[in-house]
């Protein structure tokens, strides 16, 4: 069955809004499909300081065909009423509708039938609508668009089809943009522009640009590599989940730096270094292995488009 690829671009999204956008992309996306009878068979919803991507697999290449009875007035009703039943059941007379007998008389009851539209047509309705009622905390409009999101957006990939074979773009369009099966790399690094068919090739392509997708794996890089330099110097990283997970959102392609700070600037106390340093810097510290700080000796990390400082 086909498959959904889904990628908004757009300036840098604030790290503390990342995960809860990537969730609620999901879960509305997803949901709209079940509504309208697409039901899929998984779904993977990621972010990056510049993009949120949706994969949905599985999804039927056209909603199921519906047959509903409904039930009209009485044998015998006035003929306004028998009219009215007429045309909001779409039978062309009142023959075309089955009696039917209960303990309060004879109905008239009309089959309905509704035949399936194809998973494409029903997703490009879906997505615009899904993209302007998005529940960002904060968002803003820019340009002479009327499109509210939570930074300008630059483009959409959005791509639907069978692993056999080319994918089709889901036609649609928002204040001018279209949707199309290209995005871009690390601002700096890889900023061309490339097209890809579905997801495995989205990541292997985004990997090649300097782009890891997931937020997961990148605080994964940053932690190991953090330890790794950290240890090489005869230090230990002072671990910090909150501020790694931070720092994740913060680079689309990890790179640890280690270096130093002058000693007059750490004469303070410990604990007023590593406050600073986290909140205004989103650096780490490391200590010696006795658990003090060390003497000036910082790290950082740099991506996403900018260079963010990790102290170490």
Known sequence: MPDLLLEFLSEEIPARMQARAA???????????????????????????????????????????????????????????????????????????????????????????????????????TLPEVVRSFPWPKSMRWGSGTLSWVRPLHSILATFGPETEEPDIVPFRLDGLAAGDQTRGHRFMAPAPFTV?????????????????????????????????????????VEDDGLLAEVAGLVEWPVVLMGSFDDAFLSIPDEVIRATIRNNQKCFVLARRTGALPSPLWGGVGGGGRSESLRD
């Open 23 to 125: 969730e609620d992309l999901k879960t509305i996306v997803t949901n709209r499909l079940i509504e309208a009878g697409l039901v899929y068979e998984g779904a993977r919803a990621f972010a990056t300081p510049r993009r949120l991507s949706l994969t949905v697999q599985g999804v039927p290449a056209r909603q199921p065909d519906l047959k509903e009875e409904r039930k009209g007035p009485k044998v015998g009703a006035p003929e306004q009423a028998i009219a009215g039943f007429v045309r909001a059941a779409g039978l062309k007379s009142i023959n075309e509708a089955k009696v039917q007998a209960d303990k309060k008389g004879d109905f008239y009851v009309a089959t309905i039938e509704k035949k399936g539209r194809p998973a494409l047509d029903v997703i490009a309705e």
């Open 197 to 237: 068919r579905r997801f495995d090739d989205y990541v292997a392509k985004l990997e090649r640009a300097k782009v890891v997708l997931d937020a997961a794996r990148r605080a994964d890089m940053i932690l190991a590599d953090a330890k790794n330099q950290a240890f090489a110097q005869g230090y230990e990283l």
